[in-house]
């Protein structure tokens, strides 16, 4: 079998650069995230004392996205991103292949992956749709953070 395709026509084979992009995923790093992320929404939390997270603040999440995204866990992936030292951005990228991200305290590691971390703001980064919000334990208790954070929500997921 012959896998060498080629297009001879000048004219139309820039179109073909763009759509036959394929991405190969990098498994040289085990994740292990919580959920199967069966609708491909990948949420990076940051936490140096847990395996996700501690028990409130993985209480608050399985809150927002029951409740608040209509959601289950299992649409979901939960990285713990300080488990990954050396994962950059474009691996996890590659490794997931995600629709939609929500980075959740990881600001120090967005900015050092070139990605504004203007908080409660949503962008495009590598064709994901992805929202900076702040650490989760700011939720527990802030009832003006978590406004926004809905408000912020709201606009990803139903608008």
């Not at 395709?5 to 994740?31: H, M």
């Not at 289950?72 to 991200?101: E, G, Y």
Request: net charge negative; with cysteine; aromatic share 12%.
């Amino acid at each position: 079998m012959n896998n060498d395709f080629q297009i001879s026509d000048d004219f139309i084979l820039p179109l073909f650069s763009d759509i036959f992009v394929v991405k190969e995923r990098d498994f040289s790093i085990e994740y292990n995230p919580l959920g199967s992320g069966e609708q491909k929404l990948l949420m990076l939390v940051s936490s140096t004392s847990e395996e996700f997270l501690p028990t409130s603040e993985l209480q608050l999440l399985q809150t927002i996205v029951d409740k608040g995204l209509k959601k289950q866990m299992k649409d979901v992936w939960v990285v713990n991103i300080d488990r990954f030292p050396n994962a950059t951005l474009s691996n996890i990228w590659s490794h997931f292949q995600p629709q939609q991200v929500i980075v959740w305290g990881c600001a120090n590691w967005i900015q050092s992956q070139g990605v504004p971390a203007d908080l409660h703001k949503q962008g495009y980064v590598e064709g994901a749709e992805m929202l900076i919000a702040a650490p989760l334990s700011l939720y527990l208790t802030d009832n003006q953070a978590k406004a926004k954070l809905w408000t912020a929500l709201q606009k990803m997921f139903f608008n």
